[in-house]
């Protein structure tokens, strides 16, 4: 398949600067080089629900890019739809083993990832209604699984970073907000430090708790 070395203009980045959903595309753009400029959506505000937003992504959620005219949502999706775009091989293998547990690993960015230390940072630093001795409980049974497997492995699904690990990362990197510790997790940490030295790594902005 013929892959497009660059965009013919800055890709539209539709996010929220605390968003772990929004970081992960942040992150693959950066980490791919493309240019793109980040518009930042004011959700308190209401602006994900506007008529013009909602055109974009019809559920009113972050992130949602504009790649001059090809228009994707989901944070999962547009980390795809990117790779196989502008990366190549290097980040989405094509074979079946490798397919199979890319998926794997998008349950499970979007199950205990999400529903664990992504909830409990939604508790501490939004307020959000949900119960965060579960979501902390999640959070600590899922690092205890990623510890054994990153203890003999230094990527999710290979080698070498891959969409993977750029889906698990920014609600992982970001526990500690939501009152999750990290330090029992020594291999897990070390998978966090090889993906913050890659090439072209930008984290995420730090969010103050709620008072």
């Given at each position: 398949?013929?892959m497009?070395?660059?965009?013919?203009?800055?890709i539209?980045?539709y996010?929220?600067k605390v968003?772990?959903?929004?970081?992960?595309?942040e992150?693959?753009?950066?980490?791919?080089?493309?240019?793109f400029?980040m518009?930042?959506?004011?959700?308190?505000?209401?602006?994900?629900?506007?008529?013009?937003?909602?055109?974009?992504n019809?559920?009113?959620?972050?992130?949602?890019?504009?790649?001059?005219?090809?228009?994707?949502y989901?944070?999962?999706?547009?980390?795809?739809?990117?790779?196989r775009?502008?990366?190549?091989?290097?980040?989405?293998?094509s074979?079946?083993?490798?397919?199979?547990?890319?998926?794997?690993?998008?349950s499970?960015?979007?199950?205990?990832?999400?529903?664990?230390?992504?909830?409990?940072r939604?508790?501490?630093?939004?307020?959000?209604?949900?119960?965060?001795?579960?979501?902390?409980?999640?959070?600590?049974?899922?690092?205890?699984?990623?510890?054994q497997?990153?203890?003999?492995?230094?990527?999710?699904?290979g080698?070498?970073?891959?969409?993977?690990?750029?889906?698990a990362?920014?609600?992982?990197?970001?526990?500690?907000?939501g009152?999750?510790?990290?330090?029992p997790?020594?291999?897990?940490?070390?998978?966090?430090?090889?993906?913050e030295?890659?090439?072209g790594f930008?984290?995420?902005?730090?969010?103050?708790?709620a008072?």
């Open positions: 398949m013929h497009q070395a660059t965009p013919s203009a800055p539209l980045l996010r929220s968003s772990g959903h929004s970081h992960r595309v992150l693959f753009l950066s980490l791919l080089g493309l240019p400029e518009m930042d959506v004011d959700l308190r505000g209401g602006a994900n629900r506007s008529d013009a937003y909602l055109a974009l019809p559920f009113g959620q972050v992130p949602v890019i504009d790649d001059n005219g090809t228009v994707v989901d944070s999962n999706a547009i980390l795809v739809y990117l790779a775009t502008y990366g190549g091989e290097r980040w989405m293998p074979d079946v083993a490798s397919q199979v547990a890319l998926q794997q690993w998008f499970i960015a979007a199950g205990p990832v999400l529903n664990g230390p992504g909830a409990a939604m508790v501490s630093l939004f307020r959000a209604p949900l119960d965060h001795e579960r979501a902390k409980g999640i959070a600590h049974k899922l690092f205890a699984v990623l510890e497997g990153f203890s003999k492995a230094a990527y999710a699904i080698d070498e970073a891959s969409l993977a690990d750029i889906a990362y920014s609600y992982i990197a970001h526990a500690p907000e009152g999750v510790d990290l330090a997790y020594p291999a897990l940490c070390a998978w966090l430090a090889r993906i030295a890659l090439p930008v984290p995420m902005q730090r969010a103050a708790p008072t």
